[in-house]
């Protein structure tokens, strides 16, 4: 599968199967866009809250592009009852084009 491409600044979604045992956990998920090893989140979907089920659940994490172009990384952080548990780089980058349009010359 091929990297997306996204418009800066567009508001997207992304959803995830997740897999949290044993069921009952109070979890939070957060989905973040980076280019330097996730050091600095360029954007981010904020913590989404959900409740483990034992079984895999396809979590939305709505986010907003950043509004600089370039290849970002995509990683996804889960926490159970405020303890990170599990940290996942995704192997697909998104991609935010630059586009320059000059001033059209008229015949």
Same mark, same amino acid.
């Given at each position: 599968?091929?990297?997306?491409?996204?418009?800066?600044?567009?508001?997207?979604?992304?959803?995830?199967?997740i897999?949290?045992?044993?069921s009952?956990?109070?979890?939070?998920?957060?989905?973040?866009?980076t280019?330097?090893?996730?050091?600095?989140?360029?954007?981010?979907?904020?913590?989404?809250?959900?409740?483990? %089920?034992?079984?895999?659940?396809?979590?939305?994490?709505?986010? %907003?592009?950043?509004?600089?172009?370039?290849?970002?990384?995509?990683?996804?952080?889960?926490?159970?009852?405020?303890?990170?548990?599990?940290?996942?780089?995704?192997?697909?980058?998104?991609?935010?084009p630059?586009?320059?349009?000059?001033?059209?010359v008229?015949?």
């Open positions: 599968m091929s990297d997306p491409i996204m418009a800066k600044g567009s508001s997207r979604a992304a959803s995830v199967p897999t949290v045992k044993p009952g956990l109070s979890c939070e998920a957060e989905l973040y866009l280019k330097d090893g996730g050091a600095t989140k360029a954007a981010t979907s904020s913590p989404v809250s959900f409740v483990a %089920t034992g079984a895999a659940q396809s979590i939305s994490f709505p986010i %907003t592009m950043p509004s600089v172009w370039g290849d970002f990384e995509v990683y996804i952080d889960v926490f159970a009852d405020g303890m990170l548990i599990s940290a996942f780089i995704a192997t697909e980058h998104v991609t935010i630059d586009v320059s349009i000059g001033e059209p008229w015949d």
